[in-house]
């Protein structure tokens, strides 16, 4: 069975700081990777998916197969940043996994 | 386009009481899912439908929790009778068709249930 591991549960960073939300994930085919968001009070909303290599919102997340990790990073954390980060999986044409979450706190 | 609608909003009720939550996809996303949401955690898939066929049922706790989305578009999901444990928010989703490679998850704001 396929398992996301979020290993914090809170990261607090100072506004200007480096940003690594750490996922790894456990499952043995080739797995397609996300990234949602959930800023205070709204809807949880994908972020970015790994097979479009691109950078939203300054984010970008590289797929490592061989250390099965998927971390999320941005070079410069800003406030409006703060939010719950969740990882997922989706594995083969089923159900979408998610991780227990990060909360992201960029002080300022 | 308007996004996932879901009703109620927030809901309370006594354990083994009955609830039903209701979900609209987005006009066209052939593929619904619910999602359980325990504080702290991340959202647990409970089920899956593919139109109005169910895909993935694995993690739906069948002795109390139904669901059923008839004709392909509105989603219902029961929980009979209901217990503290159930205390969540029940999420919905819904994507263009998954198994044509359309697998961004569109998710509404949730029910929040608290079972007292």
């Known amino acids: 069975a396929q398992r996301v591991t979020q290993p914090e549960k809170l990261l607090s960073v100072f506004k200007g700081a480096p940003v690594e939300l750490k996922c790894n994930y456990s499952y043995s085919g080739s797995p397609e990777l996300f990234w949602y968001v959930q800023y205070s009070r709204q809807r949880l909303q994908l972020l970015l998916r790994?097979?479009s290599r691109e950078s939203i919102k300054g984010f970008t997340a590289d797929l490592n197969k061989g250390e099965t990790s998927f971390h999320l990073k941005k070079p410069f954390a800003q406030e409006e940043d703060s939010a719950m980060y969740y990882c997922a999986l989706r594995a083969g044409s089923y159900q979408l996994t998610f991780g227990k979450g990060t909360k992201l706190s960029v002080i300022p | 386009e308007a996004g996932v609608a879901q009703s109620p909003r927030y809901k309370i009720i006594e354990k083994r009481q009955s609830v039903a939550f209701w979900c609209n996809p987005i006009s066209g996303h052939a593929t619904l899912y619910w999602y359980q949401q325990i504080l702290g955690q991340g959202p647990k898939l409970l089920i899956q439908f593919q139109n109005n066929g169910v895909v993935d049922d694995s993690q739906l706790p069948k002795d109390r929790f139904s669901a059923e989305r008839l004709k392909g578009v509105d989603s219902t999901l029961k929980i009979q009778p209901a217990k503290l444990e159930d205390s969540a928010v029940y999420l919905c989703?819904?994507?263009?068709?998954?198994?044509?490679?359309?697998?961004?998850?569109?998710f509404g704001q949730g029910t929040r249930l608290t079972v007292v």
């Open positions: 989703a819904s994507s263009l068709n998954q198994f044509q490679g359309r697998t961004e998850a569109f």
């Open positions: 790994h097979i």
